[in-house]
């Protein structure tokens, strides 16, 4: 590649890790020739979310890190508002029954849904340290336990990084080529 040589080589792991996990999901989403029913929406405020991450992580015992991990790769931290192609809803995307089960008041309220979420992988073996397993609950698949597990392993290292996470852009991958 062009960029990775340039890159200092204190930045090397974290930039290997950022392109392994956006590699991951890349794989899992299929390119589409038409554009979903989303709306990009400003987001709560980035020390709200961060607040919310950390209460919910006291509440649970679910790491602040992985609930914005998931918040991150599902929806840019409440940025893209619509139903995913599976029926998700929310900021951090939940079907209906799942919400029914582990949500309390609105799913697309940015608190709610955070604790939704914490509450959920609690139950499903995060609490006890089984984090692939109730992020593998969450989304089915290896690739998103691996992505997820990349980003939250980085904020983990370097909490700042949150700051630039959270100001990254909404890309989406067409048949027509990527679209900002």
């Known amino acids: 590649g062009i960029i990775r ?10 930039y290997d890790r950022n392109v392994d996990a956006r590699r991951q999901l890349l794989a899992m989403s299929p390119v589409r020739d038409t554009l979903p029913a989303w709306r990009i929406i400003p987001t709560a405020p980035a020390d709200e979310l961060l607040n919310l991450y950390h209460e919910a992580e ?3 015992g679910v790491g602040w890190n992985y609930l914005a991990a998931i918040n ?4 840019r931290f409440g940025s893209i508002a619509g139903l995913s192609t599976a029926g998700a809803q929310g900021p951090m995307q939940f079907m209906p029954a799942t919400w029914a089960r582990w949500g309390h008041g609105d ?3 940015p608190r709610h849904a955070i604790y939704g979420a914490a509450r959920y992988l609690a ?13 593998f609950a969450y989304n089915r698949d290896n690739r998103y336990v691996r992505a997820v597990n ?4 980085l904020l983990a290292r370097t909490p700042l990084l949150f700051r630039a996470l959270y100001h990254w852009q909404v890309y989406y991958r067409s048949a027509a080529g990527d679209l900002l």
């Open 150 to 153: 990349l980003y939250a392993g």
């Open 58 to 60: 006291a509440a649970t």
């Open 5 to 14: 040589p340039r890159i200092p080589a204190n930045l090397i792991a974290t």
């Open 107 to 109: 799913v697309h309220d």
């Open 72 to 75: 991150l790769v599902e929806t």
């Open 123 to 135: 139950a499903s073996g995060a609490a006890e340290g089984r984090v692939d397993d109730a992020v």
